[in-house]
């Protein structure tokens, strides 16, 4: 579990997320979640065929869409 402190609240959350719950959060389908899980655009770790979603990664990579991307030099 992870203690998760948000606008002053604290909740106490597993730390990682089930792809039924992330599709949720950004109401996609299982399928398409899936998909951009395999190509890289949402974090996670690979295990095998299993993907591990922490929820720190994917509340970061929210926060952070929309943000302009830093061109390599």
């Known amino acids: 579990m992870l203690d998760y402190e948000h606008k002053g609240v604290t909740l106490n959350q597993p730390v990682f997320e089930s792809i039924n719950e992330l599709s949720a959060t950004i109401r996609l ?3 398409k979640t899936y998909e951009a899980l395999r190509s890289g655009i949402i974090p996670s770790i690979r295990i095998g065929k299993r993907f591990i979603v922490p929820r720190e990664a994917v509340r970061k990579w929210l926060e952070s869409c929309g943000e302009p ?3 390599a030099a």
């Open 29 to 31: 389908s299982r399928a």
């Open 69 to 71: 991307k830093v061109a």
